[in-house]
C-alpha cells in the first residue's frame, strides 16, 4: 500500500497567509502531472504542469496546461520581453540543482513560485481556465484554485510558450 504523505504545512501556512481560496485535494501518488490527471479523473488541460527552468542566470517556476509542451526559444522571448533583456539560452536544470535550490525531493515542485521566492512564467492558454489543479509539492496531494487567483497571488508573467502534444 502506497503510503500518503501530509500536505505540505509550510505550503498550507503560505496560501492561507494570502487568504487565496483553493482546495486541497488528496490522491494517489501522482509524480507526472499525466498521473495526476488519470488518478483524479481531470483533463490534461485542467492540471498545471510546473517546471523549474533556468534563463540564462536566472530560475523561473514554468506553468503550463499538462497537454502542452515547453517551447524554449518561445519561453526565452517572454521572458526577455518581461525582463527587458535578451534571455539566451533556456534549459531545464537537473535534480540535483533543483533540490538543493528549492529544498525539496526530486520532482515535488509546487506551482507557488512566491513560496521558492522564484518568478512564475504561465502559459497564457492556462490564463484563460476558470479552474486548474496545481502541484502542492506534495506526490499526494494538489491544489485546485481559480487560476486569476492563482495569477493575482503569484504576480505571474503571461505568455505563449507551450506547445500543444
Known amino acids: 500500500m502506497t503510503k ?7 505550503l498550507a501556512k503560505y496560501l492561507e ?8 485535494l488528496e490522491h494517489k501518488t501522482a509524480y507526472t502531472a499525466y498521473d495526476a490527471a488519470a488518478t483524479m479523473g481531470k483533463k490534461l488541460s485542467e492540471i498545471a504542469k510546473s517546471l523549474l527552468v533556468l534563463a540564462d542566470k536566472d530560475y523561473y517556476l514554468a506553468i503550463l496546461p499538462a497537454d502542452h509542451n515547453l517551447d524554449f526559444k518561445k ?32 520532482g515535488a515542485i509546487s506551482a507557488f513560485g512566491g513560496f521558492h521566492e522564484l518568478p512564475v512564467v504561465l502559459e497564457e492558454k492556462l490564463g484563460k481556465a476558470k479552474k486548474a489543479v496545481f502541484a502542492s509539492g506534495s506526490f499526494n496531494h494538489s491544489v485546485e484554485m481559480a487560476v486569476k487567483d492563482f495569477i493575482k497571488l503569484e504576480k505571474v508573467i503571461l505568455g505563449k510558450f507551450g506547445k500543444k502534444k
Open 75 to 106: 519561453l526565452g522571448r517572454v521572458l526577455s520581453k518581461a525582463t527587458g533583456r535578451e534571455v539566451k539560452t533556456v534549459k531545464i536544470p537537473g535534480e540535483a540543482v533543483m533540490k538543493k535550490l528549492l529544498k525539496v525531493k526530486a
Open 4 to 10: 500518503i504523505t501530509k500536505f505540505p504545512q509550510k
Open 17 to 24: 497567509k494570502a487568504k487565496a481560496k483553493h482546495g486541497i
